[in-house]
């Protein structure tokens, strides 16, 4: 696999406790979105929230702790205690944050943004200390770089608004605005824009990008980044012209890949990508709907996230049993069933057509309850892949 390094895979622990909280978090924020529906304290950014952090932030420190050895060269020394220290920040930081947001209080509010900062803080530098030694070679590493230091500056973004609602700084609603960029554009679309430089090439044995294209993509994209700073409709144009640039590359890309549909999650990166396109005239007219432009980038992130994740525990559970030298290991498609990963996919296709039909009148009853069965699936299968691994695993079985 070229510019793969897999036997500098950090242990499978790592990998599978970030996505197996990232799971269950979505899942148990779900639960936590149907009760505050039915009391009538239905709040969008605390959905906002559970799936960017719960979710998303989990998955993507976690695949950056196997990605960067792997495919970036950066190596990181004793990974299981560094990750533990982020995971537990991560953990106590996201928990608190969001009983507080939930409950109204402002000092778990408080605490909780304080850990969540931290965690970030110590991850991220982390990460970026190891790859800032290395030149970047590929598309990838380079991209992520820059994912990193947005991460940074939307965590910093972000607390600053967790302080002005005790009034200890101005509340201003450019900061909000800036978090909300940095954190969604910066973060979240070009980590995954960078990972899909080479995951499309390799997973789907798609033709690779322009080159010339994907080296260059983050220079591209930060100043593009920073115009929509501005928060006009001007201003947005030259961000959302490369993400669309990106899109119809990724699709026309997948669509001629050589093994097409014969690989079930290419049908959540469609999916994902088509809601990553419907996102972008709702975020151009964000004034009007925001809502909408919330909901369709969640969806975007949330169903490719869901499908990879699918992807990668598979793989890790066969390449870890493999080089250990286990007794049985079984074949990709035996780690989690066809069966599940469909469910997942058809859960993940009823979420998008309610949230797309229903949102505009503000009806979250059935996307929420669409929501907690998609993903406690998602919880049930990356789960029982990772205990298939723990169990056949001899460095977990000595005998």
């Given at each position: 696999m070229?510019?793969?390094?897999?036997?500098?895979?950090?242990?499978?622990?790592?990998?599978?406790g970030?996505?197996?909280?990232?799971?269950?978090?979505?899942?148990?924020?779900?639960?936590?979105e149907?009760?505050?529906?039915?009391?009538d304290?239905?709040?969008l950014?605390?959905?906002?929230?559970?799936?960017?952090?719960?979710?998303?932030?989990?998955?993507?420190?976690?695949?950056l702790f196997?990605?960067?050895?792997?495919?970036?060269?950066a190596?990181?020394?004793?990974?299981k205690?560094k990750?533990i220290?982020?995971?537990?920040?991560?953990?106590?930081?996201f928990?608190?944050?969001t009983?507080?947001?939930?409950?109204?209080?402002?000092?778990?509010?408080?605490?909780?943004?304080?850990?969540?900062?931290?965690?970030?803080?110590?991850?991220?530098?982390?990460?970026?200390?190891?790859?800032?030694?290395?030149?970047?070679?590929?598309?990838t590493?380079r991209?992520?770089?820059?994912?990193?230091?947005?991460?940074?500056?939307?965590?910093v973004a972000?607390?600053l608004i967790a302080?002005?609602?005790?009034?200890y700084?101005p509340?201003?609603p450019?900061l909000?605005?800036?978090?909300?960029?940095?954190m969604?554009f910066?973060?979240?679309?070009?980590l995954?824009?960078?990972v899909s430089?080479?995951?499309?090439?390799?997973?789907?044995?798609a033709?690779?990008?322009?080159?010339l294209?994907?080296?260059?993509?983050?220079y591209?994209?930060?100043?593009?980044?920073l115009?929509?700073?501005?928060?006009?409709?001007?201003?947005r144009?030259?961000?959302?012209?490369?993400?669309?640039?990106?899109?119809?590359?990724?699709?026309?890309?997948?669509?001629?890949?050589?093994?097409?549909?014969?690989?079930?999650?290419?049908?959540?990166?469609?999916?994902?990508?088509?809601?990553l396109?419907?996102?972008?005239?709702?975020?151009?007219?964000?004034?009007?709907?925001?809502?909408?432009?919330?909901?369709?980038?969640g969806?975007?992130?949330?169903?490719?996230?869901?499908?990879m994740?699918?992807?990668?525990?598979?793989?890790?559970?066969?390449f870890?049993?493999?080089?250990?030298g286990?007794?049985?290991?079984?074949?990709?498609?035996?780690?989690?069933g066809?069966?599940?990963?469909?469910?997942?996919?058809?859960?993940?296709?009823l979420?998008?057509i309610?949230?797309?039909?229903?949102s505009?009148?503000?009806?979250y009853?059935?996307?929420?309850?669409?929501?907690i069965?998609?993903?406690?699936?998602?919880s049930?299968?990356i789960?029982?892949?990772?205990?298939?691994?723990?169990?056949?695993?001899?460095?977990?079985?000595?005998?």
């Amino acid at each position: 696999m070229r510019g793969l390094s897999l036997l500098q895979a950090p242990p499978f622990i790592i990998v599978s406790g970030f996505f197996i909280s990232a799971s269950l978090f979505w899942f148990f924020g779900s639960l936590l979105e149907l009760c505050s529906y039915l009391k009538d304290l239905w709040s969008l950014p605390l959905y906002v929230h559970i799936s960017t952090i719960g979710f998303a932030l989990f998955v993507m420190f976690g695949a950056l702790f196997q990605m960067l050895p792997v495919v970036a060269g950066a190596v990181i020394k004793e990974p299981k205690r560094k990750a533990i220290i982020s995971w537990l920040l991560l953990l106590l930081g996201f928990s608190l944050f969001t009983t507080g947001f939930y409950l109204k209080n402002y000092s778990l509010i408080m605490v909780g943004s304080s850990l969540l900062l931290a965690g970030v803080l110590f991850t991220a530098f982390l990460f970026l200390y190891h790859l800032l030694k290395l030149k970047s070679f590929t598309p990838t590493s380079r991209g992520f770089k820059f994912a990193l230091a947005f991460v940074l500056s939307g965590a910093v973004a972000g607390f600053l608004i967790a302080l002005s609602y005790g009034n200890y700084t101005p509340y201003s609603p450019w900061l909000l605005h800036l978090h909300m960029v940095l954190m969604l554009f910066g973060w979240v679309f070009l980590l995954i824009a960078s990972v899909s430089f080479q995951v499309v090439e390799m997973f789907f044995v798609a033709r690779p990008y322009p080159r010339l294209y994907a080296m260059n993509f983050p220079y591209f994209f930060t100043p593009a980044l920073l115009l929509a700073l501005y928060d006009s409709i001007y201003t947005r144009v030259p961000l959302l012209a490369l993400v669309l640039s990106h899109v119809l590359l990724t699709l026309h890309r997948l669509y001629t890949s050589r093994r097409g549909f014969a690989d079930k999650s290419i049908y959540f990166w469609y999916l994902a990508f088509l809601n990553l396109l419907v996102s972008i005239p709702f975020f151009l007219f964000k004034e009007s709907f925001l809502y909408q432009f919330l909901l369709s980038f969640g969806l975007f992130f949330t169903i490719l996230i869901t499908g990879m994740s699918l992807r990668i525990i598979s793989f890790l559970v066969w390449f870890h049993l493999s080089n250990e030298g286990a007794k049985q290991v079984p074949l990709m498609s035996e780690v989690i069933g066809e069966k599940l990963i469909k469910a997942c996919f058809f859960l993940s296709l009823l979420l998008t057509i309610s949230l797309h039909t229903l949102s505009f009148h503000r009806m979250y009853l059935l996307p929420v309850v669409i929501h907690i069965i998609l993903s406690g699936t998602l919880s049930l299968s990356i789960i029982k892949g990772s205990l298939l691994y723990f169990r056949l695993s001899p460095l977990y079985n000595a005998s």
